[in-house]
């Protein structure tokens, strides 16, 4: 039987988040396989996979900061933006300078308001946007507040009538890369999408620790490279818990509050993973409970 908790798959380019849940459902020989945190077709790199109770940890590494490094085309715009997309418009974009090119993209650091891409997971009156655009309806998305707290021009090349701009960004949960390549090509009038995209980073989990499905497949049914409590430990505050203690959260019940700002983890004394908590008041009560009562 395979064990509870998360493995870091470098996810390859041309599948989707669900085709490598699907994978891993398949060689961890359990249905209980989840993800955290959807990464397009396109894209490769850092996708968290939770297996069986772990699966109840996603939520939390969902709202991990992520980093990603990524190819921006400018002169051109998709009705994706992205290349997956058909292109809607080609602009000539010789005639960009690199400074106005690093300072279309300059202006996207910091808390901004961004709109997400038309072609995008988000439900728009109970529906994907993307389904709506597919059926060719007009969609519009509001702006959502996001912080993109690193974005570093690594190389800029050019061919022709296009330019295609290397970059490294670090950004907080929700932030699409297509829309800083649409933004940056909107502002400089020429267009803009992206070419290639890889998460090198989520939270604390990199690439360097980061599983192809091939390995994965290799070492089957035992994929999961991090137990439950080591996860935990990588992403949330943890506390200590007593014998009693243990009993008391297995029921569902709370602990005396300990001053720990949450969500944190709570381990029981083996260092097993027994909840996850949050504090209201005087006292610690569970959002998740992962023991055996």
Do not use: W
Request: charged residues 25%; contains cysteine; negative net charge.
């Amino acid at each position: 039987m395979t064990s509870d908790g998360l493995i870091v798959v470098d996810k390859p380019s041309g599948m989707t988040s669900h085709d490598v849940v699907s994978r891993l459902r398949r060689l961890a020989r359990t249905r209980r396989v989840g993800h955290g945190g959807t990464l397009d077709p396109m894209a490769t790199g850092v996708l968290i996979i939770g297996v069986n109770k772990a699966t109840r940890l996603l939520t939390y590494v969902i709202g991990a900061d992520k980093s990603y490094t990524a190819t921006i085309r400018l002169g051109q715009a998709t009705v994706t933006d992205d290349a997956e997309g058909d292109v809607v418009s080609t602009t000539p974009a010789a005639a960009v300078t690199d400074e106005a090119v690093v300072s279309a993209l300059v202006a996207q650091r910091g808390e901004i308001d961004q709109v997400p891409s038309a072609v995008s997971a988000i439900k728009i009156d109970g529906q994907r946007a993307y389904k709506r655009v597919r059926d060719g309806e007009e969609v519009a998305i509001p702006a959502r507040r996001v912080t993109i707290s690193r974005l570093d021009v690594l190389a800029i090349r050019r061919d022709g009538d296009v330019i295609d701009v290397d970059v490294d960004v670090t950004c907080s949960s929700g932030t699409y890369i297509r829309a800083i390549a649409r933004d940056a090509g909107t502002a400089l009038g020429v267009g803009g999408h992206l070419t290639a995209l890889r998460r090198t980073a989520v939270g604390g989990f990199s690439l360097a620790e980061a599983r192809t499905l091939d390995e994965l497949e290799a070492v089957s049914p035992d994929v999961v490279n991090l137990p439950m409590a080591d996860a935990a430990r990588r992403f949330l505050p943890t506390r200590s818990a007593t014998d009693e203690e243990a009993r008391v959260l297995s029921h569902g019940g709370p602990l005396v509050a300990a001053g720990i700002a949450g969500p944190y983890a709570v381990l029981g004394p083996g260092g097993d993973l027994l909840a996850v908590v949050s504090e209201r008041g005087d006292k610690a009560k569970p959002e998740i409970v992962l023991a055996a009562s």
